[in-house]
């Protein structure tokens, strides 16, 4: 119960900031239209509604990194923190804390992009459903990387790393905006040991009904999170020793 | 029993020593004031004693748990006030105080009538509602106490707490802290030294990490050959004082 007076204390924080809800919310739906809007006037098989949308959703994820990265950078900036760790919360009670807020706000951003994927022509089938139950994995993999940065960087560094950096790096290697054969060689293989191309290609794969071709993409995405998420715990532990 | 006694209490940063062999007790109730200039070892002190970082050698006691040892125990019975306020600037002063209420684990009715107390006690009133980030300098501070306090602490440390803040609302600040004398005790870290003359039943100065000095002002003002604190605090650090 500790914890969820924590993880109440941030989703208000992240629910009351405007931006959150542009970028979280309104920024992949813009996407969606307007990459649909081009795909109308000059047809693109990268862009057509069922290949874009899970794209889209997954990429949509990278400000979910900014927003957990964003709030622990700036609890820490903020001596908060120093406070809290005089409290009983124990670093599970952060990590959670900190987590499960986002994970409904990844959903939502999920289920806004079908809503108007559906309008836009995506067929009604239960695949839907089931894309959005395993975009949570991919959530999850993508606020560890941004418990990660959160727990290194201070919260000037996080708008720049995560913000500008980490969201074009995961957008280029994920192959929504372009197929990744046409780059080809040590670019595609770069993308294919990164998780990023992994989701798209999991979230694709399930929206197509396609439930083989899931694997081996679920397990680079559990794989990448795991790691991720004991790498972020890590490092909280050891800067909350710092202080 | 103490509140606090610390035994050879110390604390090295690879070649530097922030604190040295520190040995000093404070009575249950009593206001005790830590004084230094900077890098003297105050905030060092306080963050060993609050279990925020751990001591290099030696140990502390508070009410006879130890800081090494016991850290659950210690920390339910203190509370912290950091130097620079610590607290959500995106939620109200109520959600400010419910979020302590929460992560201390207590009932919704506990809760109510805990924030309803404290409002009371700090004159929170008239801000309840607005958004600590709008609040200024002075009623931050006041919330950021009422956060610490609403755990009921043993014992209160207060990092700075007046640091920034005009003349008025420090003059408020200084009442709330001595009407919360006798009910916890409180260590208060100041670079103030009139505050700490005013509030404080005992000071300890410290210089280099060392403890130079720990008694009430009117002695150490004795000690020093004045009747000026200021001027007996200048003499000790610079090590003038017999």
Redesign the interface.
Known sequence: ??M???A??NT??IL??PLTLFFGLGFPLVLILLLSAIQANIPVELFEIQHLTPGITVFGLAFMTLFSATIIAKDRG???L????????TPMDYILGYTLPIIPISVAQCVICYIAAIFLGLDITVNILYAVLFIIPVSILYIALGLLCGSVLNDKQVGGICGALLTNLSAWLSGVWFDLDLVGGAFKKIAYALPFVHAVEMERAVLAGDFTGIFPHLWWVIGYATVLLVLAVLLFLRQM?K? | MYAIRTANLTKKYKDIIAVDQLNLQVKKGELFSLLGVNGAGKTTTI?ML?????PTSGDAFLNGKSICKDI?AV??L??????????????SVR?NL????????FTKEKQKAKIAELTELLGLEAVIKKKAGKLSGGWQRRLSIA??LI?EPKILFLDEPTLGLDVLARSDLWDLIRSLKGKVTIILTTHYMEEAEALSDRIAIMKDGKLLICDTADKIKARAGTDDFEQAFIHIVKGVAK
Not at chain 1, 82 to 89: A, D, M
């Open positions: 119960m500790r969820l007076a924590f109440n204390k208000k924080e009351r900031d903020s001596s908060l120093q406070r809290l760790y005089t409290t009983p919360l020793k202080q | 963050k609050s279990c925020l970082t751990q659950a920390k339910s203190i509370a912290v006030s950091p130097q620079e306020t610590a607290v959500v600037p995106g939620l959600e419910e979020l302590m209420c929460g992560v201390h684990g956060m610490a755990s």
